[in-house]
């Protein structure tokens, strides 16, 4: 196992050889041009980085020279200033639930008022009016219910099943026809 390993690295070796012996004879490749440009990149991103953060420390002293002013006015006890005036760190879980919940909520009534307009333009093939269509899908169910053992069946109204039970019904009549 010595020797083979011994051959993969010199194997390796001379491959590193040969690939900067061809780099150095193409003449659009130089590694003295491409480190300076590593450098100058490097340089570059490091200014960036340092121009942010002196922005963000400048904030940051603003907002303490501010926070200083303000305990001067209310005396010296900075345990009671903090106690009363916490800041807010970030986003807390009862406020990211809230808003998911009224996302959730005005998307769901988004789609239950597309249904809901959906089902009235196909209710007026089937009856004069959607509240005609109602009373007769609402007077059907009961007979099923019935039919299937329920002495006083209460009926829910599913805008799904409507809808279903428009389009089959549609299907039945076209294909008696």
Request: aromatic share 10%; charged share 35%; hydrophobic share 40%.
């Amino acid at each position: 196992m010595g020797r083979e390993a011994f051959e993969s690295e010199r194997a390796y070796l001379e491959h590193l050889w040969r690939r900067e012996v061809a780099l150095y004879k193409r003449d659009d490749v130089t590694f003295k041009n491409f480190e300076r440009e590593y450098m100058l990149d490097k340089l570059n991103k490091s200014k960036l980085r340092n121009a942010k953060r002196d922005m963000l420390l400048r904030e940051q002293a603003a907002e303490n020279r501010h926070q200083m002013a303000l305990l001067k006015r209310i005396g010296p006890s900075v345990d009671i200033h903090e106690l009363f005036n916490a800041q807010s760190r970030g986003v807390s879980k009862a406020v990211m639930r809230r808003a998911a919940i009224s996302i959730q909520r005005f998307v769901r009534g988004m789609i239950i008022r597309k249904m809901l307009a959906k089902v009235k333009e196909k209710s007026r093939i089937h009856a004069g009016s959607f509240k005609s269509f109602i009373k007769y899908y609402y007077q059907l169910m009961k007979k099923i219910a019935r039919w299937h053992g329920a002495k006083k069946p209460r009926i829910h109204l599913d805008l799904w099943q409507m809808d279903e039970f428009m389009d089959k019904r549609n299907t039945m009549s076209t294909s008696l026809l």
